[in-house]
């Protein structure tokens, strides 16, 4: 089967430290507090005053007519919104969408209710009067709500408004579900199913029905954050390449790209197992990369929110770097811009193409965070979803 060279580019990111990789790489040295007061959420958050909120994107921000938000949530907007911000750049070039241009996403679960519980207990006070209920439900249902409440609203916006016409996939709910878009995106341009494929995810909006599910999976305090993350996989320049292609230069962009090198999945089903899936992801990873962990300059673990799934993490990563001379930096964005689901590691996929690009990475040092050269042109990211479901995959720079 003929392959083709993947080339991954054009980011797109939005969160609370702003809307690109860089002035997120600058807000993380410079140590800037980005969180906002969460006065505005519909009830209390346990334990937080602030959290990592972004603006809900408007019709005009978004380029869409008003009614398309009110068919969408919070999360879904934020997603056409990072789609926006990617396909910024290529549409410069040419034109954008058609049926070889895919769509590969990773969508939180829905976290808000349908209608509020002072409304349904009007409207069984109300059963045996049908006008009084229409007049309830006139008032109290939001139009569109049920559309409105579907993730599939997400990929239905985003392919309607660009023309994304090609072969798609969702994947929800938990943080594998970005690398997961990644993997299969990558592969859909390599094998040559689209000419190009948009690869994004999403967070959930914060909201106290979050942490209603969060609690219920085991949270163990982190702040949560809101966002999306999106990048373009297209072919590029040089021929058939690997399964996940291999570096170059864009049709058309003339400048360096990076790529995914290579990937693992695995699952761990519970606790006593979840060390061994993540393990054995990272060297799935690392084998079809072509590389072994000596290899890896730079570690974005998944921003785990629960406490068996950090611990677990941990544990892999000591077993996988265990012989290598100088185990390379382990960092998370966390710190600027909460923890974000699925969103998390797709972010992070895009603060390691742009430390790639420059050669430099980032380091935890205590409260601070230092910038430094980048040992080896690869970086390993990590999703470990709350169920066990695990990806890993290795970025490359291409060759300078």
């Given at each position: 089967?003929?392959?083709?060279?993947?080339?991954?580019?054009?980011?797109?990111?939005?969160?609370?430290?702003?809307?690109?990789?860089?002035?997120?790489?600058?807000?993380?040295?410079?140590?800037?507090?980005?969180?906002?007061?969460?006065?505005?959420?519909?009830?209390?958050?346990?334990?937080?005053?602030?959290?990592?909120?972004?603006?809900?994107?408007?019709?005009a921000t978004l380029g869409v007519h008003r009614r398309v938000l009110r068919t969408s949530e919070k999360q879904a907007r934020m997603a056409l919104y990072g789609a926006r911000l990617a396909l910024a750049g290529p549409?410069?070039?040419?034109?954008?969408?058609?049926?070889?241009?895919?769509?590969?996403?990773?969508?939180?679960?829905?976290?808000?209710?349908?209608?509020?519980?002072?409304?349904?207990?009007?409207?069984?006070?109300?059963?045996?009067?049908?006008?009084?209920?229409?007049?309830?439900?006139?008032?109290?249902?939001?139009?569109?709500?049920?559309?409105?409440?579907?993730?599939?609203?997400?990929?239905?916006?985003?392919?309607?408004?660009?023309?994304?016409?090609?072969?798609?996939?969702?994947?929800?709910?938990?943080?594998?579900?970005?690398?997961?878009?990644?993997?299969?995106?990558?592969?859909?341009?390599?094998?040559?199913?689209?000419?190009?494929?948009?690869?994004?995810a999403v967070s959930p909006k914060v909201h106290p029905l979050l942490f209603a599910q969060y609690e219920e999976l085991g949270w163990n305090g982190a702040v949560p954050g809101e966002g999306a993350a999106f990048l373009?996989?297209?072919?590029?320049?040089?021929?058939?390449?690997?399964?996940?292609?291999?570096?170059?230069?864009?049709?058309?962009?003339?400048?360096?790209?990076?790529?995914?090198?290579?990937?693992?999945?695995?699952?761990?089903?519970?606790?006593?197992?979840?060390?061994?899936?993540?393990?054995?992801?990272?060297?799935?990873?690392?084998?079809?990369?072509?590389?072994?962990?000596?290899?890896?300059?730079?570690?974005?673990?998944?921003?785990?929110?629960?406490?068996?799934?950090?611990?677990?993490?941990?544990?892999?990563?000591?077993?996988?770097?265990?012989?290598?001379?100088?185990?390379?930096?382990?960092?998370?964005?966390?710190?600027?811009?909460?923890?974000?689901?699925?969103?998390?590691?797709?972010?992070?996929?895009?603060?390691?193409?742009?430390?790639?690009?420059?050669?430099?990475?980032?380091?935890?040092?205590?409260?601070?965070?230092?910038?430094?050269?980048?040992?080896?042109?690869?970086?390993?990211?990590?999703?470990?979803?709350?169920?066990?479901?695990?990806?890993?995959?290795?970025?490359?720079?291409?060759?300078?």
């Amino acid at each position: 089967m003929t392959t083709h060279h993947v080339r991954l580019s054009a980011p797109g990111l939005y969160t609370a430290a702003g809307t690109d990789p860089g002035v997120l790489w600058e807000t993380l040295v410079a140590g800037k507090d980005t969180r906002r007061p969460t006065e505005a959420l519909a009830g209390p958050w346990p334990d937080f005053d602030t959290a990592f909120l972004v603006d809900d994107p408007d019709a005009a921000t978004l380029g869409v007519h008003r009614r398309v938000l009110r068919t969408s949530e919070k999360q879904a907007r934020m997603a056409l919104y990072g789609a926006r911000l990617a396909l910024a750049g290529p549409a410069e070039r040419g034109p954008v969408g058609g049926p070889g241009w895919g769509l590969y996403l990773g969508l939180p679960t829905v976290d808000e209710e349908l209608l509020r519980f002072g409304a349904l207990d009007r409207l069984h006070k109300a059963a045996g009067s049908p006008g009084e209920v229409a007049a309830l439900y006139g008032r109290e249902v939001p139009p569109f709500s049920g559309l409105s409440h579907l993730n599939s609203t997400a990929a239905a916006h985003i392919s309607a408004v660009f023309g994304l016409t090609g072969a798609m996939a969702a994947y929800s709910p938990f943080s594998e579900a970005g690398l997961t878009a990644l993997i299969d995106g990558a592969l859909s341009v390599a094998e040559g199913e689209n000419e190009a494929a948009l690869v994004g995810a999403v967070s959930p909006k914060v909201h106290p029905l979050l942490f209603a599910q969060y609690e219920e999976l085991g949270w163990n305090g982190a702040v949560p954050g809101e966002g999306a993350a999106f990048l373009l996989a297209e072919r590029a320049d040089g021929g058939p390449g690997g399964a996940a292609g291999s570096g170059g230069s864009a049709a058309g962009s003339g400048t360096p790209g990076a790529r995914l090198a290579g990937y693992g999945r695995a699952f761990g089903a519970g606790a006593e197992d979840r060390t061994e899936a993540i393990a054995e992801a990272v060297h799935a990873a690392l084998e079809t990369a072509g590389t072994d962990a000596g290899g890896i300059g730079w570690v974005l673990p998944d921003a785990a929110w629960t406490t068996d799934g950090a611990r677990a993490q941990s544990a892999a990563l000591d077993r996988v770097f265990a012989g290598t001379a100088d185990r390379p930096a382990q960092f998370t964005s966390e710190r600027a811009t909460g923890v974000l689901g699925p969103a998390h590691p797709l972010a992070h996929t895009l603060l390691a193409l742009h430390g790639l690009a420059s050669g430099r990475r980032l380091a935890a040092d205590g409260d601070a965070v230092r910038e430094e050269a980048l040992p080896a042109p690869r970086a390993l990211v990590l999703a470990c979803g709350a169920r066990g479901q695990v990806c890993a995959v290795v970025l490359e720079g291409a060759e300078k």
